[in-house]
């Protein structure tokens, strides 16, 4: 009982403490640990003491990044990342919005003796102390670093390769060429922020290595130190407006772009180049992208593009994107007529009575230079057959002076027009059923004209039938009258001789 009433009063006294004073040092310590990344830890009663990593996060982080003027928040490490501190636990379960100006501002728990370990100390990594160039190029010049709310130089003194390695690593450019010295890029103005710097090459930021302290200083404007770094500038990206195929003569964009880690690479140059062709264009831009417009597309820019990028006589190159020209035909139109009238419409497409004439006319409404029309039969037999004329005034007429059977099938158009070497085909036209069909005059002379020899025949054969008829009887006739006279006279005699 009595334990946890002197607990209970420890940490009322420490609560007290602690919202009394939001001025509270804190630190950054531990293993491989830095100006800006490192063990979080806070001093009171000139007692340090560590943060337990309970509900530990980037918002935590960020308040200790900017209370220790060192950027923005990169990452919020536990468990001891940067090893086990040693002490009290001063805070547990912080709780920030980020918007404070200190940690102990946060809402947060007082730890007891229990209720966290060292093994749990929390960290932060910031982003560091901003870091530029002054000079005339991209990635050579006199060093500045921000702090306070202020730029300011470094002094000269012990600044060798080392040093300049972590700043051209800093500021995303290439490696060290060399270490300048005695203000070789001009005198600065203001603050001299950093002295002595000793780096050994491997640091993240140029605050992470040994120095006097920030304000520290036996010198001049005249010793400012400066870099020569080689530059490194991003891979650009392309971009075009139209993917894939583009349509000839209309106008096509492209756009170059680039993603640098650093706000200096600006007022760099973009080129469009045709990698086999003689198209090129240069603009120079401020706003790390660069719009091309190619108007009135032809052939001569099919192709592949490439963006290229160039800064301080250093060039970087995109991938490449293809520009393909084409031609987009549309579908012509077709009609069938018969000049002399042999055409009759059915459900089942046109019947043209044989031995007549008729006309396919093609048409379309393209506005291209030349080209031809195909008139394309599919055969009963599925054998294809075309004929071609030219186009003239969007037209083309196909005559058949006399329809014949061999015309019986499908019909349809199909555009195609060559332009700089290269034909286009459009698609075909709907089909029109061609049927051809007998003429009425052949229709009488092949199914009457049988008909009636038939029936003369058979009139012939009655009527010989019935003369033969009649003669047979009248031969008979005669052959009874004469056996009749014979039997008269035969009776006559007899009469006679009676008497």
Not at 346 to 370: A, H, L, M, Q, R
Request: proline share 3%; glycine share 8%; hydrophobic share 30%.
């Amino acid at each position: 009982m009595w334990t946890q009433q002197r607990n209970f009063f420890y940490l009322t006294i420490v609560s007290y403490l602690f919202a009394s004073s939001a001025s509270a040092e804190i630190r950054l310590a531990g293993h491989q640990s830095g100006l800006c990344s490192g063990r979080v830890e806070i001093s009171y009663s000139n007692r340090w003491g560590t943060v337990c990593d309970d509900d530990w996060d980037l918002n935590d982080a960020q308040v200790v990044c900017r209370q220790l003027d060192c950027g923005t928040a990169l990452a919020a490490p536990k468990k001891a990342h940067f090893g086990d501190g040693s002490g009290l636990i001063w805070l547990d379960d912080v709780s920030c919005s980020g918007n404070e100006r200190s940690i102990i501002q946060c809402q947060h728990r007082r730890s007891g003796k229990n209720s966290c370990t060292h093994n749990k100390d929390a960290g932060v990594i910031c982003s560091g102390v901003p870091v530029r160039l002054s000079g005339s190029t991209l990635c050579s010049g006199r060093v500045e670093i921000f702090y306070n709310n202020t730029w300011g130089t470094v002094c000269d003194d012990n600044w060798d390769m080392n040093d300049t390695e972590v700043v051209c690593r800093e500021l995303g450019c290439g490696t060290a060429q060399s270490a300048a010295v005695s203000a070789s890029f001009g005198e600065g103005n203001g603050s001299i922020w950093l002295d002595d710097v000793s780096c050994s090459g491997s640091e993240s930021s140029l605050t992470e290595c040994q120095h006097r302290g920030f304000g520290t200083h036996d010198c001049t404007h005249s010793k400012d130190a400066g870099v020569v770094c080689s530059v490194i500038l991003p891979k650009p990206r392309i971009f075009m407006s139209h993917a894939g195929e583009v349509e000839w003569r209309s106008d096509v964009s492209i756009t170059c772009s680039i993603s640098p880690q650093s706000q200096q690479l600006l007022q760099g140059e973009f080129t469009l180049k045709q990698i086999s062709g003689s198209f090129s264009q240069k603009k120079t831009s401020t706003t790390n992208s660069a719009t091309f417009k190619i108007l009135n597309v032809d052939f001569d820019k099919d192709g592949l593009y490439q963006c290229e990028y160039s800064h301080d006589s250093s060039i970087s190159t995109s991938d490449s994107v293809t520009v393909s020209v084409t031609v987009s035909l549309q579908q012509p139109n077709i009609s069938v007529t018969s000049p002399d009238g042999g055409l009759v419409e059915v459900p089942d497409g046109s019947e043209i009575i044989s031995g007549y004439s008729f006309v396919f006319t093609c048409t379309n409404n393209e506005n291209y230079p030349g080209g031809v029309f195909n008139l394309i039969l599919y055969g009963s037999n599925m054998k294809r057959t075309k004929h071609t004329k030219p186009s003239v005034n969007n037209s083309a007429s196909f005559s058949f002076p006399v329809a014949d059977f061999g015309h019986d099938g499908r019909y349809s158009c199909v555009y195609e027009t060559t332009l700089s070497a290269r034909t286009f085909t459009s698609p075909e036209a709907s089909s029109i059923h061609i049927i051809i069909i007998h003429s009425i005059i052949s229709v009488l002379r092949c199914v009457f004209l049988p008909l009636i020899l038939l029936l003369e025949n058979i009139a012939l054969h009655f009527y010989y039938k019935v003369i033969k008829k009649q003669k047979s009887d009248k031969k008979e006739n005669d052959e009874t009258d004469v056996s009749r006279d014979e039997e008269v006279e035969a009776e006559e005699e007899a009469v006679q001789e009676i008497e």
